[in-house]
């Protein structure tokens, strides 16, 4: 099983709506989470990170984690073409200095106008 | 502000080639990671140093080295290419001490023929 799992996409909705984005993980140890989007021929870069149990909003982005049931999410409200682009779900793996970032596959989400 | 830096952006190497990918991060960072990139597959960890002196396997570490030569540099080699590695890789550093942010070079588009 790979540590970080994406629900498959690609996802496509109407400007406007909400947007939702799942990863499950696998190591019960990680306390770190994060949502890193990465637009075509680009590097990733980090849009929302979360710790606790919970909601964590961030303007139109929320993140939300059940660590009970390994999972996180990220939902996008109120979706803008500008949003179109992959999102990488990133968990913290490992400790005492040999932390790591494992990634998952990415969603493409296509924001349609 | 430089931050991530890696060199080359491109490369077209022959089968049996041997180069390597340069990266060098100029916020203190201790940890530094090689990423690669393909379709579909997400980010996927080849190497990591958690600190200067330090290196350690990621998920796909067959076909490559890497060299902390400092705290500021961390190189990725290829000692024979092959087709199968062709591909995007990133450099990134990680900030652990605030939010453990990975902050990514630009990439470098390896084509192996």
């Known amino acids: 099983q790979k540590e970080v799992e994406q629900n498959s996409g690609p996802l496509s909705v109407p400007e406007g709506a909400i947007a939702s984005l799942n990863c499950t993980y696998s190591?019960?140890?990680?306390?770190?989470f994060f949502w890193y989007r990465q637009y075509s021929g680009k590097s990733p870069e980090l849009i929302m990170f979360i710790y606790s149990n919970g909601d964590k909003e961030d303007g139109r982005f929320t993140a939300q984690l059940n660590k009970a049931s390994q999972y996180v999410s990220l939902l996008i409200r109120d979706s803008q073409p500008s949003d179109s682009a992959t999102y990488l779900c990133?968990?913290?793996?490992?400790?005492?200095?040999?932390?790591?970032?494992?990634f998952g596959k990415g969603t493409k989400l296509t924001v349609n106008p | 502000n430089a931050g991530v830096t890696q060199t080359p952006k491109f490369q077209v190497l022959k089968t049996g080639q041997s180069m390597t990918l340069q990266c060098a991060q100029d916020?203190?960072?201790?940890?530094m990671y090689w990423y690669r990139q393909d379709p579909g597959m997400g980010l996927r960890l080849i190497y990591y140093s958690a600190s200067e002196g330090t290196t350690d396997k990621g998920e796909v570490p067959n076909g490559y080295n890497v060299s902390r030569l400092n705290k500021r540099e961390f190189s990725l080699r290829l000692e024979s290419a092959a087709p199968s590695q062709t591909s995007v890789y990133f450099c990134a550093s990680l900030d652990w001490g605030i939010v453990g942010e990975l902050f990514f070079g630009e990439g470098s588009r390896l084509t192996v023929l």
């Open positions: 916020m203190n960072h201790n940890s």
């Open positions: 190591d019960r140890g990680s306390q770190s």
């Open positions: 990133a968990v913290n793996v490992g400790w005492g200095g040999s932390e790591k970032l494992v």
